[in-house]
């Protein structure tokens, strides 16, 4: 490596360990500020939870003794309204007295009996409040704050609410009730404070906050279960209730983003007596992380500008080390050169002997496997000429593949048989510093064992070739038989299909004839004596004539008369319009420059119609079928389709449920194919193919 480039990599690591231990400061004192942000939140939270409830217990023990007071407790048990003017009155005390928004009297239905507002518009004596859980609890004896919005006013407050004793030891016979305002909870709230402070209730609604247009709004994203719960209890008012857009995306408890990605330090602290109840306090991040720069660029300048200082003076000592090392290694490998050569080349031998030999074919160096070969020490063939060591021809040859080595500087192998042993021989060439060629080194290897193994595995290929050809020639031949006799099986099922259609054509269907005219004649003789035995007599004629229609038809299907006398065509167009008959499924017919063919495959053609025409019918949950029959380029080609659910051709597991087995042996017969092509969903397609020439097509 040159020492430009290794200067340039010294200097990038600098400046990279320079920027990463200055992004990791950064990093550092941002999370240090945002724990000191986050330890400030608690503080305020804390104390915020400490004067609510403070605030919270202010009217407790007032509503407590005004409960108490005869003019309130002379109203029950049974509703005096001779008490009610003293009970107004001390209401009206203890309104003015407290600073409350209202205090008021309800009975044990809940309905509001007495109030200091009884005068104001917005008076709300006479209403049914049993709804509120205040007067659910009180009035089974538990006293109870609760915070929420007026029905009446739609003013926020806190309600006190105490049960109303009419004597020692009885049941309440009322409820008495506080109502006081927030002003102080917000004031607790509207303090100067860096960051969003809220009073959040059991469902995430904000009662009250700092933050004005999040007021009556849930502060996490809601269940829609949850707001109508909200709005069911008219705790605070009827909404609509919605979403502030923080969202907890991230899954990080103590981080939460708004609808335009601002991310907020979250710090959430339980109110103590009020379950579910919470202060939620939201710190901005990027408003913390702006304290940060100065401090950060204050403190780490000088540390960024020493470490690359140092970095400097290390890479001076770096490079005035790298190049004494350098100098020193080039001379050792001038030194080491051309004996590592040599070492290589000998110790890398992959086979058996190897030699190094000079341009003039003397040799340098060799192993022991190669003198050995030779029979002679190593000693005594140092310096020797390598060529002088064989015959005159094999030398010839040896010297020849030495002399194209340094010629093309490529190597050379081949392979001789000497003393009857196959040798494996690769020359090698070895060049100097300038890229000439000065030394060839030869390795040989016996592969005797080898050639034996490679002419008894050609042998055994050829044995197996003759045997695989024998048993091919065995297969086809069977395979010839196993198709004429299936071709002589279904032509003799032909012919007994067409025997049976002529017997219940002609024997059968002329005995039923037979029959309907003595059943007419029987109908005659006794329409006018006896019309009992004249109705089923008539009626023996319709069944009758069903049968016939029936025979016939069996006839038809088993050997259709038409595809003998008039051919395929009119069969096939027979065919169509009886499968659309009986089916309901509609059918069309279509052919192009088709002439009349042979028996067989007429035959073939029309089965194979009949049988997909079949799997239609049975499997394909189709409106319409459509059959087509083309002759183009010495190609018949007959077709049906169809738009029904279609199946995956490709892993149909068993063929013979559709008859493809029959369809496609009766295709093989007559000389042609079969292809079917189906997709769930998009109907299916039946194409048989047969070559058939010009002058064939009437044989």
């Not at 269940?223 to 008219?234: F, G, M």
Request: net charge neutral; glycine share 6%.
């Amino acid at each position: 490596m040159k020492l430009r480039t290794i200067l340039l990599v010294l200097s990038l690591l600098a400046f990279f360990s320079a920027s990463t231990a200055g992004y990791l400061y950064f990093s550092s004192s941002r999370e240090s500020v945002l724990r000191e942000a986050n330890r400030n939140a608690a503080i305020s939270a804390e104390t915020i939870s400490d004067r609510l409830s403070s605030h919270l217990h202010e009217y407790l023990k007032s509503v407590r003794a005004i409960s108490c007071l005869p003019a309130i407790r002379d109203v029950f048990p049974i509703l005096s309204n001779d008490a009610l003017p003293a009970a107004n009155a001390t209401l009206d005390h203890f309104q003015r007295a407290l600073e409350v928004d209202v205090c008021y009297l309800m009975d044990g239905r809940g309905v509001t009996i007495a109030s200091s507002n009884r005068n104001d518009p917005d008076s709300f004596v006479g209403a049914d409040y049993s709804f509120r859980p205040y007067f659910q609890k009180a009035i089974g004896g538990q006293p109870t704050i609760y915070m929420a919005t007026g029905v009446t006013s739609k003013k926020r407050g806190v309600y006190y609410s105490h049960p109303v004793y009419p004597g020692v030891g009885e049941t309440p016979g009322g409820v008495l009730v506080i109502k006081a305002p927030v002003d102080l909870i917000e004031k607790e709230f509207l303090q100067a404070r860096e960051g969003i402070v809220a009073l959040v209730e059991p469902h995430g609604l904000i009662f009250v906050t700092n933050r004005e247009k999040w007021l009556y709004r849930l502060i996490w994203k809601p269940d829609p279960d949850e707001v109508a719960e909200i709005s069911l209890s008219r705790q605070f008012g009827d909404g609509p209730f919605l979403w502030t857009g923080l969202d907890r995306r991230q899954r990080q408890e103590n981080r939460a983003f708004d609808s335009s990605g601002k991310e907020y330090a979250v710090y959430t602290k339980e109110i103590d007596k009020y379950p579910g109840w919470s202060i939620v306090y939201l710190q901005d991040t990027q408003e913390v992380s702006r304290k940060i720069p100065f401090r950060f660029i204050r403190m780490t300048g000088l540390v960024i500008l020493a470490f690359c200082g140092l970095t400097g003076v290390l890479v001076f000592f770096l490079f005035r080390k790298a190049s004494s090392l350098i100098t020193q290694r080039r001379a050792a490998e001038a030194a080491l050169r051309q004996s590592e050569e040599t070492a290589l080349a000998l110790l890398n031998a992959p086979t058996e002997s190897a030699l190094l030999l000079n341009r003039e074919g003397r040799i340098l160096a060799l192993n022991r496997p190669a003198a050995d070969r030779f029979g002679k020490k190593k000693d005594e063939l140092i310096g020797r000429c390598a060529f002088d060591l064989f015959e005159p021809l094999v030398a010839e040859v040896r010297r020849a593949y030495h002399d194209q080595v340094l010629q093309t500087c490529r190597p050379v192998r081949y392979e001789d048989k000497r003393e009857g042993r196959w040798l494996n021989t690769n020359i090698y060439p070895v060049f100097d510093p300038a890229g000439d060629v000065v030394r060839v080194a030869v390795f040989s290897r016996d592969v005797t064992d080898q050639k034996a193994a490679e002419e008894a595995l050609q042998a055994a290929k050829e044995e197996l070739l003759a045997y695989s050809k024998d048993l091919e020639r065995r297969v086809q031949e069977r395979t010839g038989e196993l198709r004429r006799l299936s071709a002589s099986i279904m032509s003799r099922q032909e012919k007994e299909r067409a025997a049976i259609a002529r017997e219940l054509h002609d024997e059968l269907g002329q005995m039923l004839t037979a029959l309907r005219f003595e059943a007419v004649w029987l109908w005659e003789r006794l329409k006018d004596n006896d019309s009992n035995g004249a109705e089923r007599a008539f009626a023996m004629c319709g069944l009758i004539d069903k049968s016939i229609d029936e025979v016939r038809g069996i006839s038809i299907r088993l050997r259709p008369g038409v595809l003998d006398d008039l051919g395929l065509i009119a069969a096939l167009e027979w065919y169509a319009t009886d499968f659309e008959k009986r089916t309901g499924i509609e059918c069309s017919f279509s052919h192009s420059n088709v002439d009349e063919v042979n028996d067989t495959l007429a035959t073939a053609a029309y089965r194979i119609a009949q049988e997909a025409l079949t799997n239609v019918a049975r499997h394909a949950q189709a409106s319409h079928a459509r059959v087509t029959l083309v002759r183009w380029n010495g190609t018949l080609t007959l077709s049906v389709a169809d738009n029904g659910r279609g199946f995956d051709a490709g892993s149909q597991s068993d063929p013979a449920k559709f008859g493809l087995v029959g369809m496609r042996e009766r295709s093989s017969l007559a000389g042609g194919s079969l292809e079917i092509h189906s997709t769930e969903g998009e109907g299916t397609e039946v194409v048989f193919r047969v070559f058939i020439a010009h002058e064939e097509a009437f044989h």
